[in-house]
Antibody, heavy 118, light 113 residues
Framework: EVQLVESGGALVQPGGSLRLSCAASGFTFTNYWMHWVRQAPGKGLVWVSRINGDGSSTNYADSVKGRFTISRDNAKNTLYLQMNSLRAEDTAVYYC???????????WGQGTLVTVSS | DIVMTQSPDSLAVSLGERATINCKSSQSVLYRSNNDNYLAWYQQKPGQPPKLLIYWASTRESGVPDRFSGSGSGTDFALTISSLQAEDVAVYYCQQYYSTPPTFGQGTRLEIK
């Protein structure tokens, strides 16, 4: 059974940093692109970033480019999102997600809440 | 970026009646070489992650009840629930995965009338 479990969400001050983790199990982790998608409270879904299976290719939403870094540790079956220079508008539930076919997400974690506030 | 626009923003339908949610993309998401529309539909209930319902615009994900169906091509799509059940109350999102960044519609809240 595919499982994705996020952790690392917290309350952080504007300008601060945080690292999110997503522990994956139930599938061959290195075979799949992995994604981060976020959802601000009461708002819609917004794609944040993705990384390919060996970590050599990454993409970011313009809103986080230069501030967030996606990475993975395939030995630990874990996906990461390093978030720096956090802003109030980064407040959201962050989900890790995996596609089965192309870019439609069959698997989602339960999410981890990041709150950026003073 | 491809902009996805859903209509309506909210919808109230009686139990057993049909519900239709529309989604329009700012450019075509039809990949002509394979004739596939790179369009998915999700259902999200409060406190839960989204659940994939439909991919390739009209293919039902495994385990999804057959009252859910997707249609459309190019830039205009629809999600139809043929006979609304109480458990279908949720927010529904369309998403294009034709180009990066993948983008979602703003969501349609479906309620019972």
């Amino acid at each position: 059974e595919v499982q994705l479990v996020e952790s690392g969400g917290a309350l952080v001050q504007p300008g601060g940093s945080l690292r999110l983790s997503c522990a994956a199990s139930g599938f061959t982790f290195t075979n799949y692109w992995m994604h981060w998608v976020r959802q601000a409270p009461g708002k819609g879904l917004v794609w944040v970033s993705r990384i390919n299976g060996d970590g050599s290719s990454t993409n970011y939403a313009d809103s986080v480019k230069g501030r967030f870094t996606i990475s993975r540790d395939n030995a630990k079956n874990t996906l990461y999102l390093q978030m720096n220079s956090l802003r109030a508008e980064d407040t959201a539930v962050y989900y890790c997600a995996r596609a089965v076919r192309y870019g439609d997400y069959s698997y989602w974690g339960q999410g981890t809440l990041v709150t950026v506030s003073s | 970026d491809i902009v996805m626009t859903q209509s309506p923003d909210s919808l109230a339908v009686s139990l057993g009646e049909r519900a239709t949610i529309n989604c329009k993309s700012s450019q075509s998401v039809l990949y002509r070489s394979n004739n596939d529309n790179y369009l998915a539909w999700y259902q999200q209930k409060p406190g839960q992650p989204p659940k994939l319902l439909i991919y390739w615009a009209s293919t039902r994900e495994s385990g999804v009840p057959d009252r859910f169906s997707g249609s459309g091509s190019g830039t205009d799509f629809a999600l139809t629930i043929s006979s609304l059940q109480a458990e279908d109350v949720a927010v529904y999102y369309c998403q294009q995965y034709y180009s990066t960044p993948p983008t979602f519609g703003q969501g349609t809240r479906l309620e019972i009338k």
